[in-house]
């Protein structure tokens, strides 16, 4: 897009800007500047932007000097008011056409095509656009200032000097050859036509009637201004596979709110100029947009935009973001109440504005996104991690202190044969390829594709683990009635196999894993975690509570169940891969546990250090003494062991049970070691007798 100084000084007051400060004012509203350069022919300074997709109202030389009157804080010389389309009145009710919004036809006789005057030649000079004649001058002059789709058709090429506007008819059906050279399926879309007669005039959006430019020679012309349903031409191009510079326009969207202006100015170029007698127009005038207010909270705006750099380090004030509202043109109120303004946004910044985010994005962007801090506030809040992800935090950790690799890999898999019919199996629909079909049912078989792939490469020692999510479809039997849910999971996976991983003595030979040391190392994965857990021997009634592919890739013998002792909820498995397996290592026993960690979670129980008592050491040394008692065998020493202590003697210290010898069937001795101990002192025999004494009274009246 390219910006005549001369010709925006023409729009707006441009007196006590300089150049190079509107450059600097461009790029700092966010439009990229390409080039500046002058034309000293036609004294002329040029600035080539680089637009953004989002900012079509732009394109234009109206709609940059309204973006530029915005910036500058200034207002139009001839300032526009600009027509809404709910001023816009729909002719007639009776007719309705999908491909328009706008239409508007008026027939001029009697003119004389001539060379366009010299300041129309220069500005389209300055757009690198080759002048022709007058009318071919206006309509580029037009579209260059309003982005606006009006054209003019010779009249005496259609073979008449005059007609009537209302002479003139949009049909879906038309030999639209005299447009189209080329081929095409524009035929099969049925796209409506402007049509007189049998003369077609344009595929209206698509494609005008070459034929019918005016030359020098050209008395009497239609013209004709358009504004087309951007779905209606996006869907006729998408059929076609046509594409014109026409079409592309009008899928931008051109502007309603400048449709009057533009053409008005295009009929008063004509007359002016050209002269001729205009005749009655024709009008069509689609609903008119709906118009929406956007909300945006006071507080919103100061979160997202931050204090300023005045010397108070204020937020924006509500009158200066009214100012900066009303300079965008931007009609808004504020309720004072509630903190909340409520803004209609004009329509020719509908197709951007759509957001309260939009609105204080421009809001900051008018200001000056410069007088912000730039920086983020300080703050020592910190987000808190949920259990699950300290679990699996906890979980990576201990796995990788224990020598083993993680592993990642794709939910999606490849549905083998021999399950092809479980219909524990989620299906995607449209899958991208053959071997991304399903989605994953448990983990350990990833790690058995990546245990083959080692053993390919020689690499014959593979612990690895993997921690994912799994899906699955569960029955639900309720009311009588069978129906499947899909559930999602988060299992880890582990897989352990080594040649070598023991040697009793430096002479002995290297020995393999074996099961009782896999069974180990996962215990104390367990015991790391405060988990408490317990095993059972896999029997064929779990059969049907584990996948079937887990029963046909182990040897259930040496398969046990992992469950929770409180709940009884099984947690997972643990086993060795069965030697007929398809991924069975000959060298060496592979072993695999597989764990759903939602319900591990549950069995982890932390210890409470709160109950712990905390005292200081003592300096002094302690007195031992041992001595034994005989009970039957029905009587509880655990209970006479807590009545000793619980006397509140501060110089007992511990007890302990080192021995017992049982006489017959009747009668135990049991020996206990006693341990005293003062904080402040050495203790005496006296202190001992003393204790001595309780203890024979607590020992006496436990026998009785």
Known sequence: MKISWKWLGQIIELKNIQFDELADKLTMAGFEIEATYELPEIQDKIIELK????RQDTSFLIGLAREISTLLNKPLKNYYYHIRSNDINETDKKISYHSLQDLKLNTIINIKNRNSPTWIQNHLKSYNIEATNLLNDIIEYINIKWGQDIEIFDLEKIGVKSISSHEIQIFNKGNISQIIDEKSNLDYTNPEVLQYKNTILSIIGIKSNHRLKCDLNTSSIIVCGTICQSKYINSITKKSSIKTEKSTKHQKKILRCDFLY?????????????QGIVGKSYTYHNLPYKQTNILVNKKNINNILGPTKNYCNNFLSVKKILDTLDQLNFRSTYNDIKQIFTITIPEYRLHDIKRPIDVIEEIGRIYGFEKFYDTLPKTTNKGLISNERQIIKTIRRVLRDLGIHETIHYSLKKKKKPYQNNKKFIEL????????????SNIFTNLLAIQQYNINQKNFSIEAFEIGRIFIKDLIHQDCINTQKNQEDIHLAC???????????????????TWFHAKGILEEFFEKLQANVGWKKFTNSYKTEISQQVADLFNLKRTSIIYNPITKEHIGFFGQLDYLSEYYVEDYATYIFEIQLSALKRTIKHADHLHYKIKPYSLYPSVTRDISIKLNNDQNIEIIRQRILHQNNNLLESIE???????????????????????NRTLDDKDLTQINEEIKYVLNHAKE
Do not use: C, V
């Open 495 to 513: 897989i352990m196999g080594k040649p070598n991983f023991s040697r009793p003595s430096w002479t002995d030979d290297p020995k393999e894993l």
């Open 51 to 54: 637009l953004t997709a989002n």
């Open 657 to 679: 049970i080192f021995n017992e010898y049982k006489h017959n069937t009747s009668k135990r001795n049991i020996s206990l070691r006693i341990t005293y101990r003062a904080q």
């Open 429 to 440: 629909y449209n899958p991208i390829n053959k071997d991304q079909t399903i989605l994953q």
């Open 262 to 274: 533009a053409y008005e100015e295009t009929i008063r170029l004509i007359s002016t100029f050209a």
